[in-house]
T-cell receptor
Framework: SQTIHQWPATLVQPVGSPLSLECTVE??????LYWYRQAAGRGLQLLFY??????ISSEVPQNLSASRPQDRQFILSSKKLLLSDSGFYLC?????????????FGPGTRLTVL | AQSVTQLGSHVSVSEGALVLLRCNYS??????LFWYVQYPNQGLQLLLK??????LVKGINGFEAEFKKSETSFHLTKPSAHMSDAAEYFC?????????????FGQGTELSVKP
């Protein structure tokens, strides 16, 4: 069966520090991968998605970036965090073929920027 | 462009009462529609999905939703609420022709269940 992992589970970082969040998927190949952010009291905002290694699409211009160095690994990064980057970050995967558009979510990373 | 509107950011029901969470969508093509549930500090779990088959969709935990094209709605219902249903619920829409299946989420509805 397929599983999705995110780490760390929680993170507290000072303003201006770098960020690296990691997401990995097991049990599937060639998944589509997504990064979402959920700010307090708000819905989910799609940040990035990827349909293959090295292929990243950005939905919202900001100080975050994403990379996909391996088929089942998706990384969210920042060089300098802002207060507004605080939130709950969710990674999701979708079968590259077949059950199109059904996304499966990871447990999330709670990021607090102080 | 597609969009989703969830009416009511907070809904409170008594245990055993009907749960009705409203979702209206906007889409220029036949949509795929989803309901997800999120428990505190957890990821989202798929409750059910509509993918142009039966208009009445049954999901997990006793939830169901009906796709009504004329009303552009996909409301979520459960006949009898349980305390364990307290969570946040998200409706989402996707254009099934997208290669990268971007989901557009509503703002969410927080469901509280009173004993």
């Amino acid at each position: 069966s397929q599983t999705i992992h995110q780490w760390p589970a929680t993170l507290v970082q000072p303003v201006g520090s770098p960020l690296s969040l990691e997401c990995t998927v097991e049990g599937t190949s060639n998944p589509n991968l997504y990064w979402y952010r959920q700010a307090a009291g708000r819905g989910l905002q799609l940040l990035f998605y990827s349909v293959g290694i090295g292929q990243i699409s950005s939905e919202v211009p900001q100080n975050l970036s994403a990379s996909r160095p391996q088929d089942r690994q998706f990384i969210l990064s920042s060089k300098k965090l802002l207060l507004s980057d605080s939130g709950f970050y969710l990674c999701a995967w979708e079968p590259g073929t077949g059950y199109r558009n059904e996304q499966f979510f990871g447990p999330g990373t709670r990021l607090t920027v102080l | 462009a597609q969009s989703v509107t969830q009416l009511g950011s907070h809904v409170s029901v008594s245990e055993g009462a009907l749960v009705l969470l409203r979702c209206n969508y906007s889409s220029s093509v036949p949509p795929y529609l989803f309901w997800y549930v999120q428990y505190p500090n957890q990821g989202l779990q798929l409750l059910l999905k509509y993918t142009s088959a039966a208009t009445l969709v049954k999901g997990i935990n006793g939830f169901e939703a009906e796709f009504k094209k004329s009303e552009t709605s996909f409301h979520l219902t459960k006949p009898s609420a349980h305390m364990s249903d307290a969570a946040e619920y998200f409706c989402a829409v996707s254009d099934f022709r997208n290669q990268g299946g971007k989901l557009i989420f509503g703002q969410g509805t927080e469901l509280s269940v009173k004993p």
